[in-house]
Structure formats: C-alpha cells, structure tokens
T-cell receptor, first 108, second 113 residues
Framework: RKEVEQDPGPFNVPEGATVAFNCTYSNSASQSFFWYRQDCRKEPKLLMSVYSSGNEDGRFTAQLNRASQYISLLIRDSKLSDSATYLCVVNAGFKTIFGAGTRLFVKA | SAVISQKPSRDICQRGTSLTIQCQVD?????MFWYRQQPGQSLTLIAT?????????ESGFVIDKFPISRPNLTFSTLTVSNMSPEDSSIYLCSVAYTNTEAFFGQGTRLTVV
C-alpha cells in the first residue's frame, strides 16, 4: 500500500463546477498535511495547509480527518486557471511524502 | 520560507556521461532533499542530504548512481552518474523545516539520449 493515495483522476469538469479530491495516508504518526499544485513543467507549489478544524481559502476548502487518516480538497466555482495537478502531501517530522497527484482539467 | 536556486534548469546528455545538479538555498537548513519526477508521475524521494555526514538514500537509489555532496548548510549537489535514457526525468531539490511545507527549486529537466 502506498503511503499517500489519491483519486486517480483525471477530472474533466466545466467552468463553474465544484470538484472534490480525496486522499488517504497510512502513517498515523503524520503531523502536517498539505495540498500542492503543480503546473505542467513547473515545480510543485503550496496551495494550502490542511488543519484538523478544516480551513478555507477563497474557493478552496481543505478538510482533515485524523481518525480516518483522510484528507480532502474542495474547489468551488472552478476556473480554467485551476487546471493543474493537485498533490496531497503528508509530513512526519522531516519526511515529506507526496501522493501521485490528481490531474484536473477545467473546460470552457 | 526559503528561496532555492537550482541549476541547470535543463540539459540533454549523452548516455554513459554524468551530470551534476546544484542547489543553493538563501538560508541555512539542516536537511536538503532530492526528488525525481518521471514523466506523468509524482515526486519520488531519492535521498536526504545531511550536512557533515553521508546522505541517506531511499529504497531503490544508491550512492554510486546518485552521489550527493553537502559541503555546508546552504548548498548541495546531486550527480546522476553513467546516465541511461531511463534517467530522463525532472530532478528537484527541496528543503523543509520540521512539520512545515516543503520548498522547491525550479527543477532540472534532464533528457538522456
């Protein structure tokens, strides 16, 4: 079993749609959780951290369920510019584990 | 936060040769990390570069193939040795502080022909 598993994707959605990505992790000692965005031929960049209480940043909402070892990302009112690969990332101390990523295509 | 400069940004190399990738950080960090991202795949950790000691390699990666230097707290190099087409990939250096986000260099796109 992979340490971090994500929806396989790709997701093809129209502009304005709401899309949700799921992620599970296997290491119960994991302490920090993030969603990264990676554009084609670019390095990954932090989209948002994920907190147990849930957090929102504009159209993006992240949730963490430690008991189920589950992380989610919700994107509302999708824009063309949201098209990218979204990586679920889990930290245990210094060790950072990346999920395989979920590709999102937002179409006009 | 950290600003990381990585070079070269891309290279095309002949099989059997070696390429050294450099990574410079704008602040002192204890650990630096080297990742590989093959086409269509996510990031795979190659090794952790510790200042003053040998790098720690992940399963499937060995020092003879990917020697790493870490001469000080702001700099590291990764060498891809005796390259084959299967080594064509993006190589990324990264730093992270305990339980914080990871910061990345711009990546090195390597093509082996």
């Amino acid at each position: 079993r992979k340490e971090v598993e994500q929806d396989p994707g790709p997701f093809n959605v129209p502009e304005g749609a709401t899309v949700a990505f799921n992620c599970t992790y296997s290491n119960s000692a994991s302490q920090s959780f993030f969603w990264y965005r990676q554009d084609c031929r670019k390095e990954p960049k932090l989209l948002m951290s994920v907190y147990s209480s849930g957090n929102e940043d504009g159209r993006f909402t992240a949730q963490l369920n430690r008991a189920s070892q589950y992380i989610s990302l919700l994107i509302r009112d999708s824009k063309l510019s949201d098209s990218a690969t979204y990586l679920c990332v889990v930290n245990a101390g210094f060790k950072t584990i990346f999920g395989a990523g979920t590709r999102l295509f937002v179409k006009a | 936060s950290a600003v990381i400069s990585q070079k070269p940004s891309r290279d095309i190399c002949q099989r059997g040769t070696s390429l050294t990738i450099q990574c410079q950080v704008d602040s002192q960090v204890t650990m630096m990390f080297w990742y590989r991202q093959q086409p269509g795949q996510s990031l795979t950790l190659i090794a952790t570069a510790n200042q003053g000691s040998e790098a720690t390699y992940e399963s499937g990666f060995v020092i003879d193939k990917f020697p790493i230097s870490r001469p000080n707290l702001t700099f590291s190099t990764l060498t891809v040795s005796n390259m084959s087409p299967e080594d064509s990939s993006i190589y990324l250096c990264s730093v992270a502080y305990t339980n914080t986000e990871a910061f990345f260099g711009q990546g090195t796109r390597l093509t082996v022909v």
